[in-house]
Nanobody, 119 residues
């Protein structure tokens, strides 16, 4: 069973930056897509950024031009670089992957990492 582990969250002042990382437990894990989601208490999980296996990216309008998703295939890691952070970016951020297995497509989630933007 593949596990995704996020890290890099924390407390940052408005205008600051953070870089989140998501590492897969299985070497050679090759998902068709990897996403970052976020969720605030009482809210729905919101798609923030997507990175497909062929390198296409997509972003929520609220984070365009501030966030960037990328990956290091050698390390099996996906990153979310977050710049010019705003208080409304505060949330638990989750890593998600969708991969093809012998049983069809499977969805994988990390445990989440808290991001708090506050002065």
């Amino acid at each position: 069973q593949v596990q995704l582990v996020e890290s890099g969250g924390g407390l940052v002042q408005p205008g600051g930056s953070l870089r989140l990382s998501c590492v897969s437990s299985e070497r050679g894990f090759s998902p068709s897509r990897m996403d970052w989601y976020r969720q605030v208490p009482g809210g729905q999980r919101e798609l923030v950024a997507t990175l497909t296996s062929d390198g296409n990216t997509n972003y929520a309008d609220s984070v365009k031009d501030r966030f960037s998703i990328s990956r290091d295939n050698a390390k099996g890691t996906v990153f979310l670089q977050m710049n010019n952070l705003k208080p409304e970016d505060s949330a638990v951020y989750y890593c998600y992957a969708r991969a093809l297995s012998s049983a069809g497509f499977r969805d994988y989630w990390g445990q989440g990492t808290q991001v708090t933007v506050s002065s």
